[in-house]
Structure formats: C-alpha cells, structure tokens
Antibody
Framework: QEQLVQSGAEVKKPGASVKVSCKTSGYSFTGYFIHWVRQAPGQGLEWMGWISPQSGGTQIAPKFQGRFTMTRDTSLSTAYLDINNLRSDDTAVYYC?????????????WGQGTLVTVSP | QSVLTQPPSLSGAPGQRVTISCTGTTSNLGTGSDVHWYQHLPGTAPKLLIYRNSNRPSGVPDRFSGSKSGTSASLVITGLQAEDEAVYYCQSYDNYLSGVFGGGTKLTVL
C-alpha cells in the first residue's frame, strides 16, 4: 500500500538548518506530485508548496520562498524539505502528502508529520 | 489569517446536522477552483473527506456531503456521531496555482 514515512523530530537553534525527508513506497514516486503542509502549534494547516518528483520542478507559496527548498531523489523515492536560517516561528509539524489519484489538486496520502522545534 | 474563511468552532448533538462554511474570493474559489475538505483528528494525519466540491472518496460515509457555489463552499454532516469530533479544513487553489487552506473549524459533538 502507499506509504509516506517522514524523518524524526528535530530540535534546532535559531539560524541553523534542517532537512526533513519523506520516503515513499507502494506507488510510482515520479507519477504524483508531493505537497508540503505546515501546522504551527495551535494553528491550522498551511500550504507550503509542491514538487514534481519527475521533473524536480516546484511551486512554493510566496510566504515560504527564500529559506525553504523542496527537492527529491528519485533513486530513493524520497522528497526533502530544507529549511535554512531557522527562526522560532518555524516551530511546527511539517507534513508531506501525495496528490490523490482521484484529483490532482487534492492530497490523500500523508506522512506522519515531523515536528521541528526551534529553540535557543 | 487564512485565505479561506471558516467558522473557528461549531457544535452539535449526536444525530444533528451541521454545516461548515468556507468563504473565499474571486482570486481563489471564484476562479472555478475545486474545493476539497479534510478531517483532522488530533495526533493523526489529515484525511481527505470530500474532493472536487462534492465527491466522497471510497470509505467516507454518505453522512458527509459537500457543495460549492461561486466563492463559497459548504460541508454538511448529517446524523452527527461522536467520532466526527475533529477539525475540518477546506482547501483550494488561487489564481497563482498556490494552494490555500481555510483556518479550520473545530467541531464538538455535545
């Protein structure tokens, strides 16, 4: 079955960088976009962007342009989210999600989420 | 402040019907973009509940239904059950192809 398994929780200091991985299995990795979604403590879901595993092309929400990078390694069927120059307000759970086979604008398989904590 | 506006909270008794609204603008829902709905239980990943405005994925009970008109969409839950207590999000796209979520509605079953 389709699975997305994310890397474990991270604790970082302000100004550091972090790389969150999203390893997929059970389907053709290059066939479906991967989206990233953030949920800060006590807040709602926030769409960050997507990556095309086939081409590597990305669409990143304006708010996340600059310090956030989405990449993939097709040989590992894995997508990555890099965050540079971490700030305290980057503390959140980061989810990767695969677009649905039903409609390309929705996601229906999610990773378990990765908690990134930014603290001095 | 989310791009799509949802009521922060709603409540209903078991068996009742509740409606969760999702209001957008001419830059997102008004462009004809589809609306999708997700159910988010604490400590779990969100679940796709309704796709393309009114369609249910396999396994979603027909107590859940969705609709869209112009710049607004709605999720209706009939025959409310205790297990429906969750946060519900609407999601769509804007005219720059960026995804947008509603702020989420916390549904409490009394």
């Amino acid at each position: 079955q389709e699975q997305l398994v994310q890397s474990g929780a991270e604790v970082k200091k302000p100004g550091a960088s972090v790389k969150v991985s999203c390893k997929t299995s059970g389907y053709s990795f290059t066939g479906y976009f991967i989206h990233w979604v953030r949920q800060a403590p006590g807040q709602g879901l926030e769409w960050m962007g997507w990556i095309s595993p086939q081409s590597g092309g990305t669409q990143i929400a304006p708010k996340f342009q600059g310090r956030f990078t989405m990449t993939r390694d097709t040989s590992l069927s894995t997508a990555y989210l890099d965050i540079n120059n971490l700030r305290s307000d980057d503390t959140a759970v980061y989810y990767c999600a695969k677009v649905s086979t039903l409609v390309a604008t929705a996601v229906d398989r999610w990773g378990q989420g990765t908690l990134v904590t930014v603290s001095p | 402040q989310s791009v799509l506006t949802q009521p922060p909270s709603l409540s209903g008794a078991p068996g009742q019907r509740v409606t969760i609204s999702c209001t957008g603008t001419t830059s997102n829902l008004g462009t004809g973009s589809d609306v999708h709905w997700y159910q988010h239980l604490p400590g779990t990943a969100p679940k796709l509940l309704i796709y393309r405005n009114s369609n249910r994925p396999s396994g979603v009970p027909d107590r859940f239904s969705g609709s869209k008109s112009g710049t607004s969409a709605s999720l209706v839950i009939t025959g409310l059950q205790a297990e429906d207590e969750a946060v519900y999000y609407c999601q769509s796209y804007d005219n720059y192809l960026s995804g947008v979520f509603g702020g989420g509605t916390k549904l409490t079953v009394l």
